[in-house]
């Protein structure tokens, strides 16, 4: 029944891709300042969007690990599960982001990259939970989990003073922004149509894959969880 | 104080004026990094101003991160480590002290530097030279809070001399970047560093009370 | 065309195509990742 389920929402997960493609590149108008260029914002836009969420996911499961890991073990295991997918899936979608973006500024704008407060927070964040994934694959044993945890609050922690500070830092030092708010400039109905059908496709999309690797993760812990148990009785 | 406080820092100032590891790697290193921007910038004038901080601050970095990781090693060594976490006291105690020690040699190697780094980059301070002393130990904490505490993190992983900089470096930007903009701005006095010396203060409140409050659940981690 | 026009459109069809080797490639390990899962699963019923 669940295999059903997961199925039919992946084949609805790629008509909307499908159909927020057709939109981005048949649909919707050039934009009226920046041309052609500016389709790129149809995938780098809710790209970001959905990174951002499942970084937010990612710090909720670490809370939640440190919350039970004493009282509840299941509940911890699960809240640890979704820490490590919301950061792995996270940084994918961060990837893009930072690969399309300077692409479309380089055309856009004239400029590969810009230190302003977005582009500095973005790449601080991928920084992290790139470091967050390194510390889950080179740190050794049970308390892997505990460690991870407290890094990614951690990581929370920085990220609004990455923001600020980089907004103080602009005040003295004004530069080009790379990109007003994306919302602003549009107007064109059709080019809402287009930027909301592809923010739907990427979120049904990132929750897809986001629930693939919880459930593999979770696949992961019976088995090491057995394996522990197993080592222990040979000992016995 | 505690003396529980007290008593590791004692041993931990002790333990290094004997033997004067850490500060001899730290200062050999930093040295390195300055010497080597010097000659290959040669910093004149305005520039020298202008990129000093910037030098300072990494130089500063590099050098920690041998130590930090030098400084929990000792203790797993013996299984020091072990009878630490069977003790009474808490954890929060044993890593300030650590923090406040690391602190101290950092800043001694600093303290040896800072008239090297005078005459290689040809400074002469334009704007409030007295900020440096509010600055340099601000930023020298967050880095050091930090990287004790990523240091415990890192010491039972197998490859803890490349994690630490993985999982420090960006946690530490915001400070980097406060220090080193505060230095420049002090340096070549064209604007007001009170900004980010506050910045520096806010980010060593929240980051070390943090750290305190975690610190016994990675200690204990299980 | 122009010569600015085209190279919009190479650039335009660059980020789309490095976004989808991203996610597909991803979905790509995942899915292996899930066989060894399964796998593993399967060897333990059989010892167990």
Redesign the interface.
Known sequence: MKKLVLGLYAIATVALMIWGFYQAMYVAPDDALQGYIFRIIYYHVPSASVAFVFFAVSLFGSIGYLTFRRGNHDRAQIADAWALAGAEVGVVFCTVVLLTGPIWGRRAWGIWWTWDARLTTTLVLWLIYVSYLLLRRFAAGPQMQTLAAVLGVFGALDVPIVYMSNRWWRTQHPAPVFGGDPGSGMKDPAMLAAFGWNMLAWFAWGIFVLILRYNVERKHQQYAEQEAEEALAANL | MTSALWTHLIKDLRIEWRSKDAINSMLFFALLVVVLFSMSFDPQGAFARDIAGGVLCVATMFASVSALNQAWAREIRHQVLDAQRMAPTSGAELFLAKVIANFLFVAIVQVVLAPVFLVMYNLNVQGQAWKLALVLPLGTWALVANGTFFAAMAIRSRNRELLLPLILFPIFLPALLAMVVATKDILTGESDPSLWIKLLLGYDIIFTTVSLLLFDVIFHAE | MSQA?I???Q??T???I??WV??LG??AW?GL??RS??R??EQ?QKR?
């Open positions: 026009d190279l919009d459109h650039f335009v660059a980020a789309y490095i976004t991203l996610q991803y979905l995942l990742k899930w899962e399964k593993n699963a333990r167990g």
